[in-house]
């Protein structure tokens, strides 16, 4: 192939057809799809009459198109349903246990020593949430355009989505008053994980609002989205909100679990939607 683009003459259609068929065919991974398919729309043009490589070309372009759809299908539906299954888990949780005050005291609460929920709370809550924001950032990386700011947005997110999966590993204290190890550590990765996560959300709308698959009234949805968690992020450390600790920390972060939901359902709808991206 590179001889073929030095020199026009090196090889006939046909030769040259069948060679970018083979190299897609050796590179099916997502890192070189895009160069596959160029490739697979060269063989194309080359064999009008397929009388080459076209129609292995036609078969083989179908099928990454294919895995790459099916990809982003699994990953948006577990970025809508996978927020959703949190939030509910919490509020169920925080019912059940009798006693607790959502409005008053910190989600990681339920996760504590001493409670009756706290497994659930830890990996079916926490350690699972991070592993959705995981997957979320997967999908983010096949299907958003491979610029500076979508890497340092998505590179944000992911150390967020990590730092949360990890909090289910660390309790924190009885009334998250954290002097043990345990405590101090579940304290430091939910503070690295929702700083980093809302900033990343700030950071990726500069990428949003140039994807076509978002309206501009959405994109201005979540922008307000990512500014107010931006916003509540430190306020939950203020004493003047000692009284409503639980309300703000929920806030502060249901924003991005439902920031997250609609992205996902966004791209979801529009998996074969070719437009993708504004000027």
Avoid at 172 to 197: E, R, V
Avoid at 214 to 235: D, E, G
Avoid at 250 to 266: C, D, K, M
């Amino acid at each position: 192939i590179d001889k073929q683009d030095n020199n026009a003459d090196y090889a006939n259609w046909k030769i040259m057809s069948f060679t970018y068929w083979a190299w897609a065919k050796q590179h099916q991974s997502s890192k070189y799809r895009k160069q596959a398919i160029m490739y697979l729309d060269k063989a194309i043009a080359l064999d009008a009459n397929y009388q080459a490589g076209r129609k292995k070309s036609e078969e083989l372009k179908a099928k990454i198109k294919m895995n790459k759809a099916l990809l982003t299908k699994t990953l948006s539906t577990v970025g809508v349903i996978g927020p959703l299954f949190f939030i509910i888990l919490l509020t169920v949780l925080g019912f059940l246990w009798q006693g607790y005050s959502p409005i008053t005291q910190f989600m990681s609460e339920i996760g504590t020593v001493g409670s009756p929920y706290s497994p659930v709370m830890q990996f079916g809550g926490f350690s699972l949430l991070g592993l959705v924001w995981v997957l979320f950032c997967i999908m983010l990386l096949v299907e958003f355009k491979k610029t500076w700011i979508s890497y340092i947005g998505i590179g944000l997110l992911l150390l967020g989505a990590f730092a949360m999966f990890a909090v289910g590993f660390f309790r924190c204290d009885a009334s998250c008053i954290n002097i043990t190890f345990s405590g101090k550590t579940h304290s430091m990765l939910a503070m690295i994980s929702n700083i980093s996560f809302v900033f990343g959300m700030l950071v990726l709308h500069f990428q949003i609002r140039k994807d076509d698959r978002f309206s501009k009234s959405l994109v201005n949805v979540l922008l307000i989205m990512a500014i107010v968690s931006n916003i509540l992020s430190p306020l939950i450390m203020l004493p003047q909100l000692k009284t409503v600790t639980g309300l703000v920390q929920r806030a502060g972060i249901f924003l991005p679990l439902i920031w997250t939901s609609i992205i996902s359902y966004i791209i979801y709808m529009n998996i074969n939607n070719t437009k993708r991206f504004r000027k």
